[in-house]
């Protein structure tokens, strides 16, 4: 693999086609009652319906079907709680290819059992003791697998890029485009191809308050590194933003904006009473600061990506 570093509006459309057969164009949904306890219009990029329900099959299948064939045939590994996982498995399973996840033990039970649906072999670790990038290195290295990063590489950032592409497309008047933190690859590719249709647009990030590693990172200058979180938004429990994808959050977005644990569960059940869909906790962290009035003035039109619908239902219920 000999990856180009630079992530640009060209390499985001390449992976747009790329992965047009196995990605969904998913739709843009409004809702007047949020727009009415928000201030402003808002535009949700509902990736919850994406196929393997989140945006990452977008990433992980723009990198995957980038690989020669020789590559594939010795395997894929890579290390996710779960929507990484499921996109992988759903991507492998799709390219031939033979895929190994690493989740750890405590991850979502719907997440896990619809990783293994795809054919995966499952190995579990404990996220509190246990490096999972190193237990993933390990199993490339003995077994000649292909590590797919989740979030800290050209190819899965310019995937998840697509998600600003279409709503860009769909939506070119928004004044503003948040979208949930881990790694960061979701929010950087997003930048780049908001960025590059839209120069003028606003770009934030928003993170749990007890996830805020990407926050204090911005306020430092510099990547900080966290005790695992233990935030209800499994899919947004990194501890340090990525290397890669933290200069390019650096260079494009405004500010990082901080919820509550009780917001994010306030957010998960607007949509489900009010508009009839599951978003998990994860996916409605952006919605959860634009609900809860973080933006700062100015912000009129706003596109807020939906990140991911899969959360367990015995979960749902506690809310």
Not at 62 to 67: G, H
Not at 113 to 139: N, Q
Not at 201 to 229: C, H, K, M, Q, W
């Amino acid at each position: 693999m000999n990856p180009e570093l630079h992530i640009d509006l060209a390499s985001i459309r390449a992976a747009q086609a790329r992965i047009r057969a196995i990605a969904h164009r998913t739709r843009v949904m409004t809702s007047r009652s949020f727009n009415a306890e928000a201030g402003l219009a808002a535009f949700f990029k509902c990736e919850n319906f994406q196929r393997g329900g989140s945006f990452k099959i977008r990433g992980a299948s723009n990198f995957i079907f980038s690989l020669s064939r020789e590559e594939l045939e010795h395997g894929i590994v890579t290390y996710s709680s779960g929507n990484h996982a499921q996109a992988v498995a759903i991507a492998a399973e799709a390219a031939g290819a033979r895929a190994t996840i690493v989740m750890p033990h405590d991850a979502p039970r719907s997440k896990v059992e619809a990783t293994r649906a795809h054919g995966a072999t499952i190995v579990t670790y404990d996220r509190y003791r246990e490096s999972r990038e190193a237990i993933g290195r390990k199993i490339a290295e003995e077994t000649g697998a292909v590590l797919v990063p989740p979030y800290d590489h050209p190819w899965t950032i310019a995937g998840q890029g697509t998600t600003a592409l279409e709503l860009v497309e769909d939506i070119p008047d928004l004044d503003a485009l948040l979208a949930p933190v881990g790694g960061g690859g979701l929010l950087a590719g997003c930048s780049i191809a908001a960025k590059s249709l839209h120069p003028s647009i606003r770009l934030f990030g928003a993170e749990p308050e007890l996830a805020n590693d990407t926050y204090l990172s911005f306020e430092a200058g510099r990547r900080i590194e966290i005790p695992v979180p233990t935030t209800i938004a499994d899919g947004l429990r990194a501890t340090q933003p990525g290397e890669i994808t933290f200069p390019i959050l650096q260079e494009h977005i405004e500010g990082i904006l901080l919820v509550s644990e009780e917001e994010i569960k306030e957010a998960v059940k607007f949509f489900f009473s009010r508009l009839k869909i599951v978003v998990e906790p994860s996916g409605a962290v952006a919605a959860a600061a634009v609900l809860f009035r973080r933006l700062p003035p100015g912000v009129e039109r706003a596109g807020i990506i939906l990140s991911g619908g899969n959360v367990d239902l015995e979960l749902l219920a506690t809310f």
